[in-house]
């Protein structure tokens, strides 16, 4: 069943930005960014190798993966080049100063 999880508070995340997060009830890091005051949270992943997608490049809404080049839009999590899976996206509810995730 899935929970609500804090993660972080929205200036830790400012627009263009991305934050890493551990989060133990699911064993990963969900990584949060804030793309134009809207906040999306996904699996701090690639889908195709593994990468860890917060130390990669934003461009708008599209992230694009350090080791290989896979982009992805944050936005709906679908590939735009390279990957063929989308990300592992997870609904964001912002309560006050808080950014919590559905996990």
Known sequence: MAELTKL?????????????V??????ANVAVVNVGGQY????????????RLSNGTIE???IT???HGSKFDMVTGKPLAVA????KKYDVKVEGDDIYVMV
Not at 22 to 27: A, C, D, L, P, Q
């Open 8 to 20: 972080v508070k929205k200036n830790d995340v400012q627009p263009g930005q991305i934050k890493s």
């Open 22 to 27: 551990y989060v133990s009830s699911i064993s």
């Open 40 to 51: 999306y949270a996904f699996m701090d992943e690639c889908p195709h190798m593994a990468y």
């Open 60 to 62: 708008g809404s599209v």
């Open 65 to 67: 993966c350090p080791q």
């Open 84 to 87: 063929d899976d989308p990300l």
